[in-house]
């Protein structure tokens, strides 16, 4: 597989050095990809990069995670207007084995064959590192021009709100460039590559391997991924979207692809996962067809959540999406954590009962009328029994004066009421 022109047709490529793809055609090449840890979990804006090395991987090479430990310490100026908070050792090492964890699932890192994966951490070269010793061995070969005129410090010098930058923020560039030349020396690292605000950062590297040790490297970036109508990419109203479970479920996760725009579906689907051109095409002519049926939005969140979670967590997330919008059954309900049954109804409007008066027995006419503000009269409710548009637990109310008790509640204590297709309420027994 070549790997550059596989980038090429999934739209993975904004800046690529001259000679890249010849390296990469003539040998197995090792080459990496660095990983901010001030987190213990990635979330989906560290996915491109990541299906850049996986896709590395697939061709042939060796990919290179490395957690940046050290350069962590210190946050990277690009892109950003404020300086961030530094990290202590015990808890970059802890979000280290987390952020591995999670790298597992994408790229192997067991294999025996020469282009199995490897993680490094920036911190076990740079801890030792005297003050003298960089600044001699690695800040005389590069000028203070040549870092000044990279976007990432002209932006943040030149920003309205900027107040400057620290010489700490400052250095970040070069300790990124020693990052490569260490890697190019130790490892034969012969390409880094990353997100397109990274450029700048990535070639201070291939130009201090140059200027150094007289050798050649490579970097390759992909563009920076936004929404079709602009905004940012990976954002929701509550934040990020992780990988970890514990912040994002496996049903949020799955919800947020499958309501990507068929724009971005399109973009994503070639970035997101693995299959190939025809089967990404053969889906594209399907969404033509019939865009009311979102086969792309469906595929790509199955892939994607499959790839990060497990099929199992796909099968439980596509029954939770079929509670809403498809012909599930109560049995659907009993089959959910409580933890997602909650998000499925995230929103909905929720009414407290009382479970005593309900292990009696209460007339469905009284329970949603006088007991929740379901119907704001009896005679309405009775209409809409009569239409059919009456549900408790997605089972049809026959008669309004039908009586639901206990055993109607889902884990011990819910019941769904539904008026018309769309209208949800959550009833909750206490």
């Not at 960089?134 to 990279?150: E, P, S």
Request: proline letters at 3%; glycine letters at 8%.
């Amino acid at each position: 597989m070549n790997f550059v022109k596989e980038l090429r047709w999934r739209g993975m490529i904004q800046d690529v050095m001259p000679g890249t793809e010849e390296q990469l055609q003539k040998e197995l090449t090792s080459g990496y990809v660095g990983i901010d840890p001030t987190a213990d979990s990635l979330h989906i804006g560290h996915l491109v990069s990541v299906m850049i090395l996986k896709h590395f991987q697939r061709a042939g090479h060796r990919p290179v995670a490395l957690i940046g430990g050290a350069t962590g310490m210190i946050g990277d100026p690009s892109m950003k207007s404020a300086e961030r908070n530094l990290l202590d050792e015990a808890t970059l090492r802890h979000n280290q084995e987390s952020i591995k964890k999670q790298l597992a699932k994408f790229l192997d890192f067991e294999s025996d064959k020469p282009n199995a994966a490897v993680l490094v951490n920036n911190y076990d070269w740079m801890k030792d590192f005297s003050f003298l010793s960089f600044i001699r061995d690695v800040g005389k070969h590069i000028t203070v021009n040549y870092m000044m005129a990279k976007d990432s410090v002209k932006k943040r010098l030149n920003g309205e709100a900027s107040e400057g930058m620290s010489f700490t923020e400052f250095s970040y560039q070069l300790m990124q460039a020693y990052d490569f030349l260490h890697l190019y020396e130790t490892m034969g690292v012969r390409i880094q590559m990353g997100g397109s605000d990274q450029w700048g950062n990535i070639t201070t590297g291939t130009e201090l391997i140059r200027r150094k040790v007289g050798g050649e490297a490579f970097a390759l970036v992909c563009p920076l991924i936004k929404k079709a109508d602009g905004t940012k990419f990976g954002k929701t109203e509550s934040g990020n979207v992780w990988l970890d479970r514990r912040y994002t479920s496996p049903y949020k996760f799955y919800q947020f692809w499958l309501n990507v725009s068929d724009e971005d579906a399109d973009k994503y689907i070639k970035i997101f996962t693995a299959l190939s051109k025809e089967e990404i095409e053969g889906l594209v002519a399907e969404q033509k067809e019939a865009p009311h049926l979102r086969p792309l939005q469906k595929r790509l969140a199955k892939e994607v959540t499959i790839m990060v979670h497990s099929e199992e967590d796909y099968e439980q997330a596509l029954e939770a999406s079929n509670i809403l919008f498809g012909n599930a059954t109560a049995d659907a309900f009993k089959k959910l954590d409580e933890e997602t049954f909650l998000q499925v109804f995230e929103g909905v409007p929720t009414f407290d009962i009382s479970k005593e008066e309900l292990t009696a027995g209460i007339k469905a006419v009284d329970l949603l009328t006088e007991k929740a503000s379901v119907f704001p009269s009896k005679g309405e409710m009775r209409k809409t029994v009569q239409a059919g548009g009456v549900m408790i637990n997605k089972a049809k109310v026959e008669n309004f004066d039908d009586v639901v008790d206990a055993s109607s509640l889902i884990a011990d204590k819910y019941i769904i009421a539904q008026k018309g297709k769309k209208n949800y309420f959550l009833l909750i027994a206490k």
